[in-house]
């Protein structure tokens, strides 16, 4: 069977709890399916599946990504905010390169739910990041990063500082990342993260944001996404 030319990294399972609705072993068995020969799971703000993604894989003869998406807070809105205001968040896509970056992931995770969280919700400082983003790949996001939601806010000055400080952390290891998938967010903001890349010399990386295995799950994962936010089905 020939290699597939593209693989996942940016798979949600069930550990992302009312955003994925991926169980572990299916994710590599879809992976195996389509001749992937490694695929992610960057669950968000927790590593709760790697060790049964890696045992699954394992068996599978599949590469296991290690990863995660981690929550960032922007830094002018000081320490933790009280409940009542809580914090807006960022989102940055971290993948394991080696030993090292998991073991900095997994401190990066704590440090936000030990000492940086908000009613339920856990975000670090970017400037917590310093001196523990060896050994870890870092894709820029997309509309719900840093980056992409300051360029949709017309603040392209802002957007490209912040790309700076990215690249100052994950030296050689940050890649512009692109989405397509039919929102207007994403056509909005494609010209210009690409301006940044090819101005700042970044490579590109394309990727899918895979919260179910199938289409025909789209009105279970529906649900799923009205119990987080206390909506409605219509």
């Not at 009280?82 to 940055?92: F, M, R």
């Not at 500082?161 to 207007?184: K, P």
């Amino acid at each position: 069977m020939a290699i597939a030319d593209f693989i996942h990294l940016k798979v949600r399972s069930a550990y992302s709890l009312t955003e994925g609705a991926n169980k572990v072993d299916a994710v590599v068995a879809l992976a195996k399916g389509q001749a992937m020969p490694a695929v992610a799971v960057t669950d968000r703000n927790n590593l709760f599946g790697a060790l049964e993604f890696a045992q699954y894989a394992a068996k599978a003869g599949i590469q296991p990504i290690m990863g995660c998406d981690l929550g960032l807070r922007r830094e002018e809105e000081g320490g933790i905010a009280s409940a009542s205001k809580l914090p807006s968040v960022d989102w940055l896509t971290l993948l394991v390169q080696n030993e090292q970056g998991y073991l900095n992931l997994m401190r990066l995770v704590s440090r936000a739910h030990l000492e940086f969280k908000t009613g339920s919700m856990s975000a670090l400082p970017l400037s917590e990041l310093e001196g523990h983003s060896d050994g870890l790949l870092a894709f820029t996001g997309s509309t719900g990063s840093g980056v992409g939601r300051l360029l949709l806010a017309g603040q392209a000055p802002a957007a490209a500082h912040m790309l700076e400080r990215l690249q100052t952390l994950f030296d050689g290891r940050l890649y512009v990342e692109l989405q397509r998938h039919g929102e207007d967010g994403e056509r909005r903001i494609e010209a210009p993260l690409l301006d940044l890349a090819y101005a700042r010399n970044l490579p590109l990386v394309a990727t899918n944001d895979v919260h179910f295995p199938k289409a025909s799950m789209y009105e279970a994962h529906d649900v799923l996404l009205c119990i987080e936010q206390g909506a409605h089905i219509e």
